[in-house]
């Protein structure tokens, strides 16, 4: 065979890069769940752009690091590494951090990028005007305004220390999967600052309350800890979950959040509620849910399957104030389970419908155990996909529970993994955001006694600010 | 730091089935929102053939006989035959000059590969051939070889690739060696990969571990039990005999203490040597007073003779003072001269941790595995939060020191999770696994890790546990 003879000497500097084991790590979360195979280093092989193609191409995606000083910069290239004297467009995430210190952030955009090599120079321009250009043979770096600019770097720097090029694996390859990975952090921090930011309709409660109902193992309390854990920003465990023959949960559960930031209470509480079975007399008593409703039952009340509540159990009054109904019902449904579930069930499903219909509640549906979650909401993370809301699964709820495909929301619960991810924390809040205007509408559309009724007169100042008092109480109860 | 405690090797990568074309992406998105608002759409076109992967056919068997033989090395794939097309030119471009590389041929019943200690260059480097069987691996030392011969027809040649004509020629003393059939004449190859051979504890990963520590150390020194209510976290710890419960509590002490320490006895008696009730305070380095949470250690659970469930309750509820000697038939009552009759939420149990050795967990007894769930019901009844810890993960077959970095990525753990979630019904991330200080003289960094990113997930459920106390307890 014919192969060219090895040329140039064998400098004897390990492959292995620069980067701490941190920073890798954290560089790989930036993508999803990524993993970086270094691939050329400048300073072991050869110092020029027709050694960087012969390393780099045909590799797939490829991630362009460059280190200065003080700083890093980078370009994630979702295309193929180009041939030596040619060029290609691709989605480019462009990325810089402070080297060592890259827990405190990395500033990264997401942006359609030309990339081009020729005899001298790797040069990558976006056409939003940012401009990066490697010289390997002088280990010179060219850096535009745009770019020190936008990715917030601090000095403009002709000389650097080392250029790598790593393969990425483990990716879509797919530019919204990109973009929606490189973005979930920022888009997590809006829907954060609103739902901090978020007060009951007219403040006619200090917290609203939504109930999780459903069949046994589909997600209740594992949506509760996912939703703790994202506010918490870690794991957490404090709604108890698991397999067993039965509903883990047995007991009626009212759960207050608590914001990470603040050490505050949310203005929401989640009630978990004992999972519901095809048998009569097993699972919640769909006898119990008016009671709940209506705000009768008490914090950990124990179900009991075979015997409904009756009022006699409560020091309760028969009509308890607003702050203390439930003013959403999500429905949480396996997505798996949701095309075979039992006709008993589905009777069961649509008893408490009606019954939240007729408590004028507002009402969502929550389909757990969602696979492809990265794909639920489109690239600019704002609204759920064609592709998910055209789904069998949702079409089914649809005309299973009347429940408009607006309000029928998909999560993925934190069940087996160990670490939080943005875009799951994403669809997390956007679900409790929908469950938060249902129940605004529902607080909205409450007929004008039942507001009155609570306050002596809707319009009396006074009398809400009591509410906030007794709410308050509440709250320092609960925590 | 959790970000660091979790990474995905190259076996796990998942590559997608399905892409989509889309037809309008609107780029441009970046993490400030007030910058780029007039940017413009635009019509993409993937290609096709960025959707073949760069992906290794080696199982992580396969990649785990290599490592016993050539050490601890992570197998990063620099070249695929199949994507980056049949040629040796191709094969040397994406090779040179990396290190240690191995390049491994698949045709359609073996794997046989080469390892070049000192990589392609131009000089001879020593040479190993291997193939990898169901048995395991067979290797045949070459001694120093020119990395070119490999890869070119010579007639006096024992081995050679010829990339383009997709055969692999091994004459009949090395086939006999590799314990290859003796077969004549070339074999056609269906792949051939090359790796640069990396070392999978290198000083880089070693420096981050060692510092992760340090930063579990400061959290876990730092921690404060959720609203100050108790000045200590209990943990109780409970599971079959032999498990490692008391082992567990000498392993987080040393890491605390900076040294291996066995004060909690520990052994292989038949009845367990955990008689007593024990609550460990766990002592900083600095010896600036006990770490606000304690460890509590019992009697092995077991069918007949192992800790009576009354006992559990009295301990659970705070009755049980330190040192009490347990008897199975018989669990302490009120007229215990040291029963506590009026227990403080500070002498209560605040998590349970169940204790199992990941590697007997599924030869326990119907019996045992009965009213080990019955007691996490009554748990779940009243409310305690809990969570199952596996120990001695790396005595697990397959497991070797470099596999605790990323340890529930690995083959075997994720299969004995499965069996113990399927078997007692936990969520897996309420599964922790660890490697206990048995037979060391010294600290590792990597077993720390694990055993402080643990203590981390058991802590912070007490926390749970606490904040959920309703008001009047």
């Given at each position: ?67 200065l ?12 590494f ?15 951090f ?137 794991l ?31 203005p ?131 005309n ?21 991810e ?58 | ?13 998942a590559w997608?089935?399905?892409w ?14 007030d ?17 073949m ?112 004509k997709?055969?692999v ?64 976290t ?83 509820k ?24 009026d ?75 499965g ?9 897996l ?35 749970g ?9």
């Amino acid at each position: 065979m014919n192969m060219l003879g090895l040329r140039g000497s064998y400098r004897n500097t390990k492959v292995t890069t620069r980067l701490t084991w941190i920073e890798e790590k954290i560089l790989e979360k930036l993508l999803g769940n990524a993993s970086l195979t270094l691939l050329y280093q400048s300073n072991v092989h050869k110092r020029c752009t027709l050694e960087m193609t012969k390393k780099c191409s045909l590799q797939g995606s490829t991630m362009t690091i460059v280190y200065l000083e003080q700083e890093v910069v980078g370009v994630f290239m979702l295309e193929d590494f180009p041939d030596k004297d040619s060029k290609k467009t691709s989605t480019c995430a462009w990325f810089s951090f402070e080297r060592n210190k890259i827990s405190s952030g990395i500033s990264a955009l997401v942006l359609n990028t030309l990339v081009k090599v020729n005899s001298t120079s790797l040069q990558m321009s976006s056409i939003s005007g940012l401009t990066l250009i490697v010289y390997p043979s002088k280990e010179g770096l060219y850096l535009n305004e745009a770019v020190i600019k936008n990715l917030e770097l601090n000095v403009k720097q002709s000389q650097y220390l080392e250029c790598e090029i790593f393969r990425v694996d483990g990716i879509k390859n797919n530019p919204g999967f990109i973009k929606k990975m490189v973005t979930a952090r920022q888009h997590r921090g809006k829907f954060l600052s609103t739902l901090r930011a978020y007060r009951p309709y007219a403040d006619l409660v200090s917290e609203v309350r939504i109930l999780l109902v459903g069949p046994v193992g589909s997600g209740k309390s594992s949506f509760v800890n996912s939703v703790k854990s994202s506010f918490q920003g870690r794991l957490t465990r404090q709604a108890i979950v698991g397999s067993d023959k039965s509903s883990i949960t047995t007991q009626y559960k009212v759960y207050s959040i608590k914001d990470e930031k603040n050490k505050e209470t949310l203005p929401f509480m989640l009630c978990d509620s004992m999972g519901l079975e095809d048998e009569k007399e097993a699972g919640l008593c769909t006898d119990d849910i008016p009671h709940i409703l209506k705000g009768c039952v008490p914090d950990r009340y124990q179900f009991n399957p075979r015997e409904p509540i009756k009022l006699k159990h409560f020091t309760y009054a028969a009509s308890p104030p607003l702050k203390d109904r439930i003013h959403c019902v999500a429905f949480v449904l396996d997505i798996n389970s949701v095309d075979t579930l039992s006709d008993k069930m589905v009777a069961k499903l649509k008893k408490i419908r009606k019954d939240v219909v007729d408590c004028g509640v507002g009402c969502v549906a929550l389909l757990t155990n969602v696979s492809d979650y990265d794909e639920v909401l489109d690239n600019n993370l704002v609204n759920m996909t064609e592709n998910m809301t055209s789904l069998n699964q949702v079409q089914n709820v649809r005309n299973m529970l009347n429940i408009p495909v607006a309000n029928i929301l998909m999560v993925s619960n934190y069940a087996s993994e160990r670490m939080l991810e943005p875009l799951k924390d994403v669809l997390i809040f956007a679900a409790l955001q929908q469950m938060l205007r249902a129940a605004d509408d529902a607080l909205e559309d409450l007929p004008l006694e039942d507001t009155a009724s609570d306050d002596g007169s809707f319009n009396n100042s006074s009398h809400i600010k009591n509410e906030g008092k007794l709410g308050e109480v509440k709250r320092r109860e609960m925590s | 730091m959790e970000e660091a405690l979790k990474g995905r090797t190259l076996f796990d990568q998942a590559w997608p089935l399905r892409w989509k074309l889309p037809s309008v992406a609107a780029l441009g998105q970046n993490l400030r929102p007030d910058r780029f608002q007039n940017f413009k759409r635009t019509v993409l076109a993937l290609p096709l053939d960025s959707s073949m992967a760069m992906r290794t056919r080696l199982t992580w068997e396969q990649e785990k006989y290599l490592r016993n033989y050539f050490g601890e090395k992570k197998f990063c794939l620099l070249y695929k035959a199949s994507v980056q097309e049949f040629a040796g030119q191709n094969l040397l471009y994406k090779c040179q000059d990396q290190g240690p590389t191995m390049v491994v041929v698949y045709s359609e019943k073996y794997v046989i590969g080469v390892y070049l200690q000192e990589g392609f260059q131009e000089n001879k480097v020593s040479t190993t051939l291997f193939t990898i069987q169901e048995t395991g691996l067979s290797p045949c030392a070459l001694g120093p070889c020119l990395p070119l011969s490999l890869f070119r027809y010579e007639e006096t040649s024992d081995f050679f690739i010829l990339l383009d004509k997709k055969t692999v020629t091994i004459s009949s003393e090395i086939r006999k060696v590799l314990r290859l059939p003796s077969l004549s004449g070339d074999t056609f190859i269906q792949e051939c990969e090359a790796f640069r051979c990396d070392e999978l504890l290198d000083e880089r990963k070693t420096r981050g571990i060692v510092g992760l520590c340090s930063n579990l150390l400061d959290a876990l020194r730092n921690y404060k039990p959720y609203g100050d209510l108790v000045h200590q976290t209990r943990i109780l710890l409970l599971g079959p005999i032999g498990a490692g419960k008391s082992s567990f509590v000498n392993s987080v002490k040393s890491v605390f203490k900076g040294s291996i320490t066995h004060q909690a006895s520990v052994g292989c008696d038949r009845n367990g040597i955990s008689d007593k009730y024990r609550t460990y305070s766990i002592m900083s380095k600095n010896d600036s007073g006990p770490l606000p949470f304690v460890l509590c250690d019992s009697l092995g659970l077991s069918e007949n003779e192992g800790l009576h469930t009354d006992d559990i309750c009295h301990i659970l509820k705070g009755h049980t003072p330190d040192r009490y000697q347990f008897d199975f038939r018989k669990p302490i009552t009120p007229n215990h001269p040291n029963y506590i009759h009026d227990p403080l939420l500070k002498d209560r149990i605040h998590c349970v941790v169940f204790v199992f050795d990941i590697n007997s967990f599924n030869q326990l007894s119907c019996e045992l595995v009965a009213k080990i769930k019955q007691i996490r019901r009554d748990l779940i009844k009243h409310g305690i939060l809990h969570l199952a810890l596996l120990t001695h993960v790396d005595s697990l077959t397959w497991i070797t020191k470099g596999d605790l970095l990323d340890i529930y990525s690995c083959n075997p753990v994720k299969v004995k999770l499965g069996v113990f979630h399927r078997l007692f019904g936990f969520a897996l991330s309420d599964i922790l696994v660890v490697s206990n200080y048995d037979s060391e003289w010294q600290l590792d960094p990597v077993k720390n890790m694990l055993i402080l990113s643990a203590l981390k997930e058991i802590l912070y459920t007490a926390n749970g546990f606490l904040e959920d106390l309703p008001l009047n307890k």
